[in-house]
């Protein structure tokens, strides 16, 4: 239940991409087409990253535009039946994760505690010891509040996966970077 809870939450997408060329040569063809660090790239948008044979983490990075819940690729190459693939995983980063794991739990209890006092503060008003209508608002803005701010915390996660499609644009680098000419051109179009 709560793997199932924090995918929905926390998207990933397990993606392969299929290299036209020898192990070696993938890894030195998608190193040269990104950038190793974010300050090469300040005036127009990359694809950032470390490249190595067991480790690929790859980036978006627009200049003008901030997007902390954006998608990263993780992956690492492997050989397949003869052929160098590399798999991974589209996901965001492991301090969204920890960062907004704490945010949600944080409004989780809120939400919780705010639920308990306003119906205490209901049944205080039933029993005619407060009065019933500031028991009525409080029972119901407390809790809602709550509700809100979570709803907002996964429409943020949500936006920022999709704005901008970092995903298509971080495979289209990838692709080109080892496919021949031909099949590069055919992904892109």
């Not at 983490?57 to 954006?70: D, I, Y």
């Not at 936006?159 to 055919?186: E, K, M, N, Q």
């Amino acid at each position: 239940m709560f793997k199932r809870l924090f995918f929905a939450i926390f998207p990933r997408k397990p993606i392969e991409f299929p290299s036209d060329y020898p192990l070696d040569e993938s890894v030195s063809r998608l190193a040269a087409a990104v950038e190793q660090t974010v300050y090469s790239s300040l005036f127009k948008q990359r694809a950032v990253g470390p490249v190595r044979k067991d480790y690929v983490r790859l980036k978006r990075v627009n200049p003008f535009l901030g997007n902390t819940s954006k998608p990263i690729f993780f992956g690492r190459f492997e050989s397949v039946d003869g052929r160098v693939v590399l798999k991974g995983v589209f996901r965001v980063s492991t301090f969204v994760m920890i960062w907004m794991g704490i945010y949600f739990c944080f409004l989780g209890l809120w939400t919780l505690f705010a639920t308990l006092m306003g119906l205490g503060t209901l049944l205080l008003a039933w029993m005619g010891r407060i009065n019933g209508a500031a028991a009525i608002s409080t029972a119901f803005i407390l809790p809602l509040a709550g509700i809100g701010l979570i709803a907002f915390g996964l429409t943020i996660l949500r936006i920022g996966w999709r704005f901008p499609d970092d995903v298509a644009y971080l495979s289209s680098v990838v692709t080109c970077a080892l496919r021949r000419d031909d099949a590069a051109h055919d992904a892109r179009a």
